[in-house]
């Protein structure tokens, strides 16, 4: 199973708010998902959440984020620009 770190869809339309989730890589954008480890809000500034002890343990497990969720979590100072991104399947 390739386990990713990505973003889930949640809110209204046009008001856009995302949960930080781990999920198999084959299961839908809004759908099953393993672990929820933080949440983002776009509309605000410093409305990322993430908790870290539980990232890095996914982290060590081989989960790789997709590339905006590695982009987020470098500006959160908890990723590493230099871990390669998910590749699309």
């Known amino acids: 199973m390739a386990v990713r770190i990505r ?10 708010h995302y949960r930080i989730v781990v999920a ?3 299961s839908p ?4 998902f393993i672990e929820n480890i933080g949440h983002y809000d776009p509309t605000k500034d410093d409305a990322l959440v993430v908790k870290s002890e ?7 497990k081989g989960a790789r ?4 969720t ?5 500006k959160s100072g908890l990723g590493d620009k230099e ?6 399947d």
Request: proline share 8%; net charge positive.
């Open 70 to 74: 590695r982009d987020l979590l470098v």
């Open 83 to 88: 871990v390669p991104a998910a590749i699309r």
């Open 7 to 16: 973003l889930r869809r949640v809110g209204k339309t046009k008001e856009p």
């Open 54 to 60: 539980r990232a890095k343990y996914w982290f060590s």
């Open 24 to 26: 198999d890589s084959r």
């Open 29 to 32: 954008r809004d759908g099953k």
């Open 65 to 68: 984020p997709t590339a905006t």
